[in-house]
């Protein structure tokens, strides 16, 4: 057997180790066209909840380019369904980042798979003006309707479209956010100037809620609740300003003298500055074309955009386990 030269055989190592180490940069890059499930930290991906044209987009922050969106009218939404997606209020990752799960004022609520586009469940929740939705550890949903004053559970049944089963009101005044706490297995809501905190049944044929306790907080006029980034904490915006609530000691501080604000959302470092939806408003233009830190500076501007909120789009480990698969409660 003939033996290479040893400088043949070093030349050679180091052409496969350049081509191991190539391939492996280009497995861990997303293109603009494509949509980061992962969660990985060099792609930098916001989701909105857009009113523009009633649809939800994810956009990519370094490119400025829409690389996802899903609107109802296209989708598998029945025709005399869209008519319960006017005015897209939310929109948040959910399933490790696989699906993204959207509602609208009049009513409309969605799980959306981002691989296909697919609406997997949708549901009408009452004309109480829906903004927020939150997915439940069994797969159930709860929603919060402001002018309704409600919370509502639906059980997650992916069996039929639209979903017309099971429902249940507990009643809160301007019903705004939900958010599960995965930590403590508990349902926060922020309402007036109290933030209450509702244990889950965990009944599949027949979900409810139970309050459980409640925090006075320093301001009224709750509007978006939601988890700090590698927090035990919550983030919340009031008709004049921002809060971080500490939920082990339950402190509330103030973080911006920021007003209008309808959406706040951080991340893991410097590189994903904590940002905001402020309305243009407080009448009638609700929305923005661009998307702010709590300098007030702008991280993103979509020329037309009408964003009612906007969300980093990174695996949510306060609120969920990291699962992948819908979970339907049975």
Same mark, same amino acid.
């Given at each position: *057997? /003939?033996?290479?030269?040893?400088?043949? *055989?070093?030349?050679?190592?180091?052409?496969?180790?350049? *081509?191991?180490?190539?391939?492996?940069?280009?497995?861990?890059?997303?293109?603009?066209?494509?949509?980061?499930?992962?969660?990985?930290?060099?792609?930098?991906?916001?989701?909105?909840?857009?009113?523009?044209?009633?649809?939800?987009?994810? @956009?990519?922050?370094?490119?400025?380019?829409?690389?996802?969106?899903?609107?109802? @009218?296209?989708?598998?939404?029945?025709?005399?369904?869209?008519?319960?997606?006017?005015?897209?209020?939310? @929109?948040?990752?959910?399933?490790?980042?696989?699906?993204?799960?959207?509602?609208?004022?009049?009513?409309?609520?969605?799980?959306?798979?981002?691989?296909?586009?697919?609406?997997?469940?949708?549901?009408?929740?009452?004309?109480?003006?829906?903004?927020?939705? %939150?997915?439940?550890?069994?797969?159930?949903?709860?929603?919060?309707?402001?002018?309704?004053?409600?919370?509502?559970?639906?059980? *997650?049944?992916?069996?039929?479209?639209?979903?017309?089963?099971?429902?249940?009101?507990?009643?809160?005044?301007?019903?705004?956010?939900?958010?599960?706490?995965?930590?403590?297995? %508990?349902?926060?809501?922020?309402?007036?100037? /109290?933030?209450?905190?509702?244990?889950?049944?965990?009944?599949?044929? @027949?979900?409810?809620?139970?309050?459980?306790?409640?925090?006075?907080?320093?301001?009224?006029?709750?509007?978006?609740?939601?988890?700090?980034?590698?927090?035990?904490?919550?983030? =919340?915006?009031?008709?004049?300003?921002?809060?971080?609530?500490? =939920?082990?000691?339950?402190?509330?501080?103030?973080?911006?003298?920021?007003?209008?604000?309808?959406?706040?959302?951080?991340?893991?470092?410097?590189?994903?500055?904590?940002?905001?939806?402020?309305?243009?408003?407080?009448?009638?233009?609700?929305?923005?074309? /661009?998307?702010?830190?709590?300098?007030?500076?702008?991280?993103?501007?979509?020329?037309? =955009?009408?964003?009612?909120?906007?969300?980093?789009?990174?695996?949510?480990?306060?609120?969920?386990?990291?699962?992948?698969?819908?979970?339907?409660?049975?």
């Amino acid at each position: *057997m /003939k033996t290479l030269p040893i400088k043949t *055989m070093v030349v050679a190592g180091l052409i496969a180790v350049c *081509m191991i180490q190539c391939s492996k940069s280009s497995a861990g890059n997303t293109t603009p066209n494509e949509i980061d499930t992962t969660g990985q930290k060099d792609v930098r991906q916001i989701v909105f909840a857009d009113q523009s044209v009633n649809r939800v987009v994810i @956009a990519d922050v370094d490119t400025k380019n829409v690389v996802w969106e899903w609107s109802p @009218a296209t989708s598998n939404v029945a025709p005399g369904d869209v008519k319960w997606f006017v005015n897209m209020s939310d @929109a948040k990752p959910v399933y490790n980042n696989k699906y993204i799960l959207a509602n609208a004022s009049t009513g409309g609520v969605a799980l959306v798979r981002i691989a296909d586009k697919k609406t997997v469940f949708y549901a009408y929740g009452g004309n109480g003006n829906v903004h927020s939705t %939150e997915v439940l550890p069994d797969g159930n949903l709860v929603i919060a309707a402001s002018t309704g004053n409600y919370l509502m559970l639906l059980r *997650m049944d992916t069996s039929a479209l639209p979903y017309t089963g099971y429902t249940k009101k507990i009643a809160v005044n301007d019903a705004h956010n939900v958010v599960w706490d995965k930590k403590r297995q %508990e349902l926060w809501t922020a309402s007036k100037n /109290k933030l209450y905190g509702f244990t889950y049944n965990f009944n599949c044929a @027949a979900p409810d809620l139970t309050l459980k306790d409640s925090v006075t907080l320093p301001a009224s006029g709750c509007h978006d609740l939601f988890s700090v980034y590698g927090k035990d904490s919550l983030w =919340l915006s009031t008709s004049s300003k921002i809060w971080a609530i500490n =939920l082990q000691t339950k402190a509330v501080t103030e973080q911006s003298a920021l007003a209008r604000v309808k959406s706040v959302s951080s991340g893991p470092n410097e590189n994903y500055p904590t940002i905001l939806m402020q309305s243009i408003d407080t009448d009638q233009q609700w929305y923005n074309d /661009k998307v702010i830190d709590l300098k007030g500076n702008t991280v993103l501007q979509l020329a037309g =955009l009408k964003a009612y909120k906007g969300r980093w789009m990174l695996v949510n480990s306060f609120s969920y386990d990291g699962t992948s698969e819908v979970r339907v409660c049975k």
